[in-house]
């Protein structure tokens, strides 16, 4: 069992960047893979980025060169850093985990969820 909480989320304006944090707790951090995927009103869930144990990395198209996921195993803690910030970015963002040695792009294959952080870019 994978207890997940995001953090970091909030106002921005266009342009502007935030860096959102997953905080793990339960069972070794290290050993999932995980993801971050964000959901707007009245839009299905979306897959964002995600991050093996090891450190590879898988983008969206939509956020790849303006967002950049990073972990710490020792902190427990996996990061979303997003750059040059738009007003289609607004969502809620939500990390996850997958036991499995592999990034996911569906929401189907993550075992473990936050409750998620909002995210609201003005223009």
């Known amino acids: 069992q994978v207890q997940l909480v995001e953090s970091g989320g909030g106002l921005v304006q266009a342009g502007g960047s935030l860096r959102l944090s997953c905080a793990a707790s339960?069972?070794?951090?290290?050993?999932?893979?995980m993801g971050w995927f964000r959901q707007a009103p009245g839009k299905e869930r979306e897959f964002v980025g995600a991050i093996t144990q090891s450190g590879n990395t898988d983008y969206a198209n939509s956020v790849k060169g303006r967002f950049t996921i990073s972990r710490d195993n020792t902190k427990n803690t996996m990061y979303l850093q997003m750059n040059s910030l738009k007003p289609e970015d607004t969502a809620v963002y939500y990390c996850?985990?997958?036991?499995?040695?592999?990034?996911?792009?569906?929401?189907?294959?993550?075992?473990?969820w936050g409750q998620g952080t909002q995210v609201t870019v003005s223009s």
């Open positions: 339960g069972r070794s951090f290290s050993r999932y893979a």
């Open positions: 996850a985990a997958e036991n499995a040695w592999r990034v996911a792009r569906s929401p189907d294959e993550y075992d473990y």
